[in-house]
């Protein structure tokens, strides 16, 4: 188990180096949601190996509301990025 888990960590490794190099606010959004998701899947597979509900409860909480506000974070960057090329009036 402790294998599987340092394979996870390693996986996330590789969105963590896209949102470094990436100038591209839609591509580090996307890595970021990616490190979010595979984060609460370690949560969840250390809750599973240590048998304890309660932190795979956290892991399921961080999994299902993390990219909802993600989500809203990306709609809210659209529509100040249509608002500021429209002009303050317009």
Same mark, same amino acid.
């Given at each position: 188990?402790?294998? /599987?888990?340092?394979?996870?960590? !390693?996986? &996330? $490794? /590789?969105? =963590?180096?896209?949102?470094?190099? %990436?100038?591209? =606010? +839609?591509?580090?959004? /996307? %890595?970021?949601?990616s490190i979010e998701t595979?984060?609460? #899947?370690?949560?969840?597979? #250390?809750? !599973?190996s240590r048998d304890d +509900?309660?932190?795979?409860? !956290?892991?399921?909480?961080? $999994? ?5 506000? &993600?989500? /809203? $974070? %990306?709609?809210?960057?659209?529509? %100040? ?10």
């Amino acid at each position: 188990m402790d294998g /599987l888990i340092f394979g996870m960590i !390693v996986c &996330l $490794l /590789l969105p =963590i180096y896209e949102a470094w190099k %990436a100038d591209d =606010i +839609w591509q580090k959004m /996307l %890595a970021f949601s990616s490190i979010e998701t595979k984060s609460s #899947i370690i949560i969840l597979a #250390i809750s !599973v190996s240590r048998d304890d +509900w309660m932190i795979g409860l !956290v892991g399921v909480i961080i $999994l299902s509301v993390g990219n909802a506000a &993600l989500m /809203l $974070l %990306a709609n809210v960057i659209k529509r %100040a990025n249509r608002a500021s090329s429209r002009g303050f009036y317009g």
